[in-house]
């Protein structure tokens, strides 16, 4: 079974240019969770989407969105970038259904992105 | 803000000798998870601990939860070079995500 792809997996921006990160996750995993990655912050939840709906989402601003698809392959969205939006961004798959704690994650690679 | 916050923040010890990391949280919990992580790399889940479980173990890895005390503690035993990585512990809560730790940056010398 393949596992969670993440494109690209590297790209450079510039600041308030807007940037869209893809997730493909495992086969049959409808849930879907993104991760920003930073030296300073950690790990920080983003948003969940299960069934193309947002199930939850983290503290950050409205700059950042996401969606899902029919086939479970999510998309996230930063407008108007800043520095500060330089970072890993993870994204992960999980079998969980609705109403059940979180489960094991399967995380992608990450797309590394640098807002210069 | 981190749920977790993980002690200590980085270990260096030689192959073969056990490595043990700790986890605090701040709220009621569903679930603990650990998680390893490669420079640069995704995450790779390790084990789950409940939060009805006081120990589990897997391999090499002993993971103890104490939700008196709000902690877990990961146990490596006979340490390889390839344990290298940073591991964090990330709590399931109320909120339905996960909330991780800082980690913890382990060094195996070989």
């Known amino acids: 079974k393949a596992g969670v792809t993440q494109t690209p997996r590297y790209l450079i921006k510039t600041r308030g240019q807007q940037v869209t990160l893809s997730c493909s996750p495992i086969?049959?995993?409808?849930?879907v969770s993104w991760y920003q990655q930073t030296p300073g912050q950690g790990l920080q939840f983003l948003f969940e989407y299960f069934s193309e709906t947002q199930r939850n989402k983290g503290n950050f601003p409205g700059r950042f969105s996401g969606r899902q698809f029919s086939n479970s392959r999510s998309e996230m969205n930063v407008s108007t970038l800043e520095l500060g939006d330089s970072a890993l961004y993870l994204c992960?798959?999980?079998?969980?259904?609705?109403?059940?704690?979180?489960?094991?994650?399967?995380f992608g690679e990450g797309s590394r992105l640098t807002v210069l | 803000s981190q749920q977790g916050e993980e002690d200590p923040q980085a270990l260096s010890i030689q192959e073969g000798e056990n490595a043990t990391m700790n986890c605090s949280y701040k709220t009621s919990i569903n679930n603990l998870q650990w998680y390893r992580q490669n420079s640069g790399r995704g995450l790779v889940h390790l084990i789950l601990?409940?939060?009805?479980?006081r120990e589990k173990h897997s391999g090499r890895l002993r993971v103890t939860l104490d939700t008196s005390k709000k902690s877990s503690s990961l146990l490596i035993t006979a340490s390889r070079a390839a344990d290298t990585a940073s591991y964090f512990c990330a709590a399931s809560g109320s909120a339905r995500q996960l909330t991780f730790g800082s980690g913890t940056q382990l060094t195996v010398l070989p």
């Open positions: 086969s049959g995993h409808r849930s």
């Open positions: 992960a798959s999980s079998l969980e259904g609705s109403g059940r704690a979180p489960g094991e994650l399967f």
């Open positions: 601990i409940r939060s009805n479980e």
